[in-house]
């Protein structure tokens, strides 16, 4: 026997509900999988984001926030760490590279981040997309999607609460904060990284100190005459002209600035643990990122499967609400099938005719979903990007197709309902309906 | 499954042996819709129904297909009870024996001219072949169908009622059953379609019976059975 005749003839019947029911239930799969797949690229996205970011110490606070400052460079106030940390760093064993982080600067809503050398590097992981990193106090590099050219001259501002402009743009609020007379020249431009600092400006830790008039943290400090600029209003210390350009640890100075993070690269694990116990006393905490990733994972989970039971039982909802509906049209279609039988259609052919134009439409709702959750998925991950710097890739994964597989199933199942209501109708009473 | 493996002309004797049709009504109260003396119809013979709304032709066509059963006393075709068969055995012996034509037409309006009357072949195997096409156009042409391809909801009733006759004869019926061939049409259509009928019957040999109330068409049949409402239905 062939249905499809048949099948056909009915779907083209339901000229505009055919694709109101389809449209129906893609919407449902779709809410399904974006949440899901959405879900696990935010997670592979910030978890790639804090690939470089070993060990973190900071002063006692909040672990989370200083994760949401350090790794995703959300502005926030955070307190100093002991700069002497530093020194004991250099002379640590166990310590591969240190860099320390200085965040509060922005300029055009780049945030200014003053770091190493060698960390704005990855310590050798990336090389500059074009020029070259800093080598002196008033360089910077910047970050992929940073606005500035090679060349340009960067006028930071003073970050305050309510400077939170957009990226790339001045606003009155930084225009109000600028640090006059403390300028920066781009001398290169980072790969994309597809994190937060794509949209940073790199600096020598040494520039911030000095522009917020702190001194540069070595014991060469000076004032020779030919210094430059953001050297005008710091503490005087030693003059040692040959050593004026060095920036870069060791930071030897007598008194070296606070900074508000330092990252730790450990050379081994057992390293990594012993320095986590030895920092997490004494006024400091260090911590994994990865630590903190996981409890925030825990709660994005959490979040994720209320919302996942929840697009669930919408789904179950309208697969419901899509066979009521098809239970209606077959009851108008009774005296079509009832024709059919009396033609001398066996009722398995009706069977066939209904379960199958019921378990089509569904099917291609299901099909239909997946490719709507994709788009919508992307669409959300172009606004996270937008937002955050975070660039997600998100894709539809086995977790995602089995769920609409499932769904198909059920659908293709509770289509049977309709089907078996019109098998069982007797084709003298159809063939009597008007 | 091929469509139809039967030959032509292969009518049997339609033996009906004191039928009768009971419903029970909303209080359960049983009551007669049908009683019938036997009657027999001879392979190749019409036999015209008549009888006023109510009186049971419907029925009477619907038992005969096998579509109901009977209350009491049996449908035989040749020495096959089908009133002792089961659903599915009902709905293969129609398959191959019966051309149904109804009052209304009841074509699949979304499809063509063509493929309403090849729908019977559906039921059976996969896919038309090239002689189940054929047939398909012949029977179109035959019936006075100038364009295969129209789709039935743009017909006329006349030509509507050509393509169900069309239809009925497709499986090569040994039985063709009519229920009101002519009703919704005017008298001019309504005698053409009699004549198709008529002559489509008597050219497969298949015995036809027509229940009607139009005179002209019961006047070409062989035999004539008076349906009257049944006296159970008037005292309930």
């Not at chain 2, 909801?153 to 229920?179: C, T, Y």
Request: aromatic letters at 6%; glycine letters at 10%; charged letters at 20%.
């Amino acid at each position: 026997m062939n249905p499809f005749p048949m099948l056909l003839a009915d779907l083209r019947t339901l000229r505009w509900t055919a694709p109101a029911i389809v449209l129906l239930v893609a919407i449902a799969i779709a809410s399904g999988i974006a949440i899901g797949a959405q879900e696990r690229a935010l997670r592979q996205g910030s978890a790639r984001a804090a690939d470089d970011f070993d060990l973190i110490v900071g002063a006692p606070g909040s672990q989370t926030q200083l994760v949401m400052s350090a790794v995703y460079l959300q502005p926030d106030a955070l307190p100093l760490l002991d700069g002497r940390i530093l020194q004991a760093l250099a002379q640590d064993e166990r310590v591969a590279a240190f860099a320390p982080l200085g965040f509060g600067d922005v300029s055009r809503g780049y945030p200014v981040v003053g770091t190493t050398a060698a960390f704005a590097g990855r310590w050798g992981r990336i090389a500059p997309r074009e020029g070259r990193l800093f080598a002196a106090e008033g360089e910077a590099v910047i970050g992929a999607d940073v606005n500035y050219h090679l060349g340009d001259t960067i006028a930071p501002s003073h970050g305050t609460a309510g400077n939170q402009g957009r990226h790339g743009e001045e606003s009155e609020e930084e225009h109000a904060h600028r640090h006059e007379g403390h300028d920066y020249r781009v001398v290169g431009r980072l790969p994309k990284l597809g994190s937060p600092w794509d949209r940073a400006i790199l600096v020598p830790i040494e520039s911030v100190w000095e522009i917020h008039g702190l001194g540069n943290g070595h014991a060469s400090e000076t004032a020779a005459s030919d210094a430059p600029f953001w050297q005008a209003g710091t503490a005087k210390a030693g003059p040692s002209p040959d050593n004026a350009e060095r920036i870069g640890p060791p930071f030897d100075g007598k008194r070296v600035p606070g900074v508000p993070a330092i990252l730790i690269k450990p050379k081994s694990v057992v390293g990594a643990y012993a320095l986590r116990a030895q920092y997490r006393q004494g006024g400091t905490m260090a911590f994994f990122p990865a630590e903190v990733l996981v409890s925030l994972y825990g709660a994005l989970g959490d979040i994720r499967s209320v919302l996942v039971v929840a697009s669930a039982a919408n789904t179950v909802l309208i697969l419901l609400s899509v066979v009521l509906l098809l239970i209606a049209v077959n009851g108008l279609r009774r005296r079509r099938y009832a024709t059919l039988r009396a033609l001398g259609a066996p009722r398995s052919y009706v069977l066939l005719v209904t379960w199958l134009g019921a378990a089509l439409l569904i099917a291609a709702g299901c099909v239909a979903g997946l490719a709507l959750g994709l788009g919508a998925t992307h669409a959300v991950s172009g606004l996270v990007a937008a937002r955050t710097g975070l660039s997600l890739s998100p894709s539809i994964g086995i977790g995602e197709l089995s769920q609409a597989a499932l769904l198909c199933l059920v659908g293709s199942v509770l289509a049977a309902l309709p089907a078996v209501s019109s098998y069982r109708a007797p084709v003298l009473s159809g063939l009597r309906a008007d | 499954m091929p469509p139809s493996p039967l030959p032509e002309g292969r009518a049997e004797t339609l033996v009906l042996d004191r039928l009768a049709l009971d419903r029970r009504d909303g209080d359960g109260r049983s009551f007669s819709i049908l009683a019938l003396p036997a009657l027999t119809l001879e392979p190749g013979t019409s036999l015209g129904v008549s009888g006023p709304s109510g009186s049971g032709k419907s029925s009477f066509l619907h038992l005969v297909a096998g579509l109901i059963t009977p209350s009491a006393g049996r449908v035989s075709w040749g020495n096959r009870v089908i009133s002792a068969l089961g659903e599915s055995e009902r709905d293969r012996w129609r398959r191959g024996t019966i051309g149904f034509v109804f009052q209304d037409f009841h074509l699949i309006p979304e499809l063509d001219v063509a493929a309403n009357i090849a729908l019977p072949a559906s039921f059976s195997s996969w896919r038309l072949d090239a002689a189940g096409r054929r047939r398909a156009l012949d029977l179109a042409e035959q019936m006075g169908l100038a364009d295969p391809r129209r789709r039935a909801a743009l017909l006329s009733r006349g030509e509507q009622q050509r393509v169900a006759i069309a239809r009925a004869l497709f499986g090569k019926p040994a039985l063709l059953l009519a229920d009101e061939p002519t009703a919704s049409l005017d008298a001019a259509r309504g005698e053409a379609i009699g004549s198709l009928l008529v002559e489509a019957a008597a050219r497969c040999g298949a015995s036809l019976i027509c229940a009607s109330h139009d005179a002209s068409l019961l006047a070409r049949m062989d035999g004539r059975l008076d349906l009257t409402p049944a006296s159970a239905k008037l005292a309930s």
